[in-house]
């Protein structure tokens, strides 16, 4: 069975400070993982995708398998990141599933 | 271009009553997934169709929860005999085809049954 971890429900730092979101899966096979963002009052969508290996909005994300982890990171924290984040993971047998975490509410202080 | 649309927005009910809702993927794409998100959880997947056929249907939680999707396009969610667990926002999204392509999210139903 696959599942998804983000260990956080609550991160809060200040503005220009460092942000790591954790995300951890299990998953027996080749993981597909992403990261969804959902802005207040907005509705959700996607904010970055591992096999892109791209860095939307100054976020990365790493795929670590031996650690089984996908964290969200990015360097200068900005008030305008302040919102819920998904980590999800999507089935490669069955093309269409994706299983998400409980997400992580940040809040990012002036 | 229109993104993903939902209606109804909010939906209240009483239990054991029936209800529909309803999604428009965005135009063009063949996918289109149904997902549950209960307060303070993710969304939890329930049904996934490429084209008009189910591909996938092993989240729906019993026989009360169908959905179809009749002409590949506009999909309805059907939920027979409605119990107050089944309160929740139900999302939609759609992508242009099956696999791990990106999935456009509609606003969600709210549903809640009284």
């Known amino acids: 069975a696959q599942r998804v971890t983000q260990p956080e429900k609550l991160l809060s730092v200040f503005k220009g400070a460092p942000v790591e979101l954790k995300c951890n899966y299990s998953?027996?096979?080749?993981?597909?993982l992403f990261w969804y963002v959902q802005y207040s009052r907005q509705r959700l969508q996607l904010l970055l995708r591992?096999?892109s290996r791209e860095s939307i909005k100054g976020f990365t994300a790493d795929l670590n398998k031996g650690e089984t982890s996908f964290h969200l990171k990015k360097p200068f924290a900005q008030e305008e990141d302040s919102a819920m984040y998904y980590c999800?993971?999507?089935?490669?047998?069955?093309?269409?599933?994706?299983?998400f975490g409980d997400g992580t509410t940040l809040t990012v202080k002036p | 271009g229109a993104g993903v649309s939902q209606t109804p927005s909010n939906k209240v009910t009483e239990k054991g009553k029936y209800v529909e809702l309803r999604c428009d993927p965005i135009?063009?794409?063949?996918?289109l997934y149904w997902y549950r998100q209960s307060l303070g959880q993710g969304p939890e997947f329930l049904i996934y169709?490429?084209?008009?056929?189910?591909?996938?249907d092993s989240g729906l939680p019993n026989d009360r929860f169908f959905a179809v999707r009749p002409e590949g396009s506009v999909s309805t969610l059907k939920i027979q005999r409605t119990e107050r667990g089944d309160s929740a926002v139900y999302l939609c999204?759609?992508?242009?085809?099956?696999?791990?392509?990106?999935?456009?999210f509609g606003p969600g139903t709210r549903l809640l049954v009284l």
């Open positions: 999204a759609s992508s242009l085809w099956r696999g791990q392509e990106t999935q456009y």
């Open positions: 998953y027996s096979g080749s993981p597909e």
């Open positions: 591992h096999i």
């Open positions: 999800a993971l999507g089935d490669n047998t069955n093309a269409g599933k994706s299983t």
């Open positions: 135009s063009g794409h063949t996918a």
């Open positions: 169709f490429q084209g008009t056929g189910a591909a996938d």
